[in-house]
């Protein structure tokens, strides 16, 4: 199978199989997507979706959150992982909208890459999500799957070498659902100790699967 043709099966699978994908983070607003996101590093969604009600009835905006002392927002996301670094992120985000982009989460990836615990996947998890730019957020699962179906070829060792083939063969108006579909079929279907082939719907045009049977 040619990587186009790849690419074309993959798309029409899940165009009818997971015709709705969205991150399963809960948030109102930018402010609340970007605060969950940094949070998320290392961490599941559910436990994030635990923490933030309380984060969010008192700290609902930047503006409030610029003003928030580190031992005040620390035992509201103690049970997160690496709370000590994440409270301060917050914080210093918090601060960095509302002196530099006058308390609005900015929506281009070379902004958002200024603040404080903001990489390069947290942005594009921002602007696909909230602006549906076509860009490519790559984390674990994106990062496995694409690379067990072939989207990807495997000499793409790092996020960044993923993110740009992936951004080059995913028709554009496609990109921002792509990077749901992978993360949602790694996390539920290709799991990364036990990947659910049997009931994998891309068997056809996986080339993990192929290498699998033939063995």
Not at 148 to 173: C, D, S, W, Y
Request: glycine share 4%; aromatic share 8%.
């Amino acid at each position: 199978m040619t990587r186009a043709a790849r690419y074309a099966f993959v798309t029409d699978y899940f165009r009818h199989n997971m015709p709705v994908a969205e991150t399963e983070l809960v948030f109102d607003d930018p402010f609340q997507l970007l605060v969950a996101v940094i949070l998320s590093a290392q961490c599941t969604d559910k436990r994030v979706n635990m923490t933030t009600p309380a984060i969010f009835e008192k700290y609902p905006d930047a503006s409030s959150m610029s003003k928030a002392t580190f031992d005040e927002l620390f035992p509201l996301i103690k049970s997160i992982s690496y709370p000590n670094n994440k409270t301060k992120h917050l914080i210093g985000m918090a601060q960095m909208v509302m002196q530099e982009f006058n308390g609005r989460i900015p929506m281009t990836v070379d902004e958002l890459v200024q603040l404080p615990g903001v990489g390069r996947k947290t942005a594009n998890v921002i602007t696909s999500v909230v602006d549906q730019q076509p860009n490519m957020a790559v984390d674990t699962h994106v990062f496995r799957v694409s690379k067990r179906i072939g989207l990807v070829p495997q000499t793409a060792t790092t996020p960044l070498a993923v993110e740009k083939v992936l951004v080059k063969h995913f028709e554009k108006n496609d990109i921002h659902t792509a990077h749901h579909w992978l993360i949602l079929h790694g996390r539920y279907t290709c799991l990364a100790r036990n990947p659910q082939c049997e009931k994998c719907g891309l068997q056809t045009a996986c080339r993990f699967y192929q290498r699998k049977i033939a063995e």
